[in-house]
């Protein structure tokens, strides 16, 4: 989930805090020099941290190995931490040539900090987005608004951006979607695709024969389950791919009676 639409103004906040601490606690500067350390640090921690998000939520395929998604993700933060150090050393050089001795004896534990504040960035912009409760009904005002027809049958194929194209992914191929906020992510053999739409929009049109909303962010093909196993106190549908989806209590049932089980 982009931090930003998870909470824009609660992301700048943090980062300016931690840009602010990060400058007070690297360095024996004096304080115009650690407020101009923490603005040019925090910027660039910002823009690290979307950066981090894009490549993670784009560039990288679901369908890697777990120990290969962690070693890319680690050396890609690594990456961005030399940036983000590098860039903000130069800066202080340039601006504080007489502090830069200073600077210097402090590298380690600037790059120490940097490194550890984005793995916990891009960790909070990839956790699922939870779905939030419905608002209670209030009583209309006025004359009643006109009904919004629901779809009279289910889609056999839904259509996605890829860039500048559109990608046309049929029903069939859909292994399951999981909530992402205003988005719903698409999980096929091909790999994962975003589109804006909610979960309960993509209950309503998909085939109920073969979807089920197994938890309030996931919605399985059961087509593609190949069984169902105790996972600690859950249970979880294991997909024919190896992946493993937990079933929320409420909705155990309900899978069981479309499995006819």
Known sequence: MNPFEKDGNGYLVVCSVFALAYAFLT????????????????ILLLLAGMMLW????????GDLPPLYRNIFSFLISLLATLCVVGIETAVLYFCFPESFGETLASLPLRLFITLLGLIIFWLY???????????????????????????????????????????????????????EGDYVSIRTVEGRWLKEQTMKYSEEILPA?????????????????????????????????????????????????RLDI
């Open 125 to 179: 912009g990839l956790l699922p987005a939870t779905e939030k409760p419905a608002a209670e009904p209030t009583v209309p005002v006025g004359p009643p608004p006109e009904p919004v027809p629901a779809p009279t049958a289910a889609v056999e194929r839904i259509t996605v951006r890829n860039g500048q194209k559109i990608k046309i992914i049929s029903v069939e191929e859909i292994l399951y979607l999981q909530a």
């Open 27 to 42: 360095g024996n500067l004096s304080a115009g020099e650690r407020l101009v350390d923490g603005a040019v640090y925090g």
């Open 209 to 257: 024969d073969r979807f089920v909303r197994i938890h309030r962010s996931y919605i399985v093909n059961i087509t593609h389950i190949s069984r169902i196993e105790r996972y600690g106190e859950q249970q979880s549908v294991i997909l024919h791919n190896g992946e493993r989806i937990r079933i929320s209590a409420t909705r155990y049932q309900l899978l069981r009676r």
């Open 54 to 61: 894009s490549i993670f939520r784009y560039a990288l395929s």
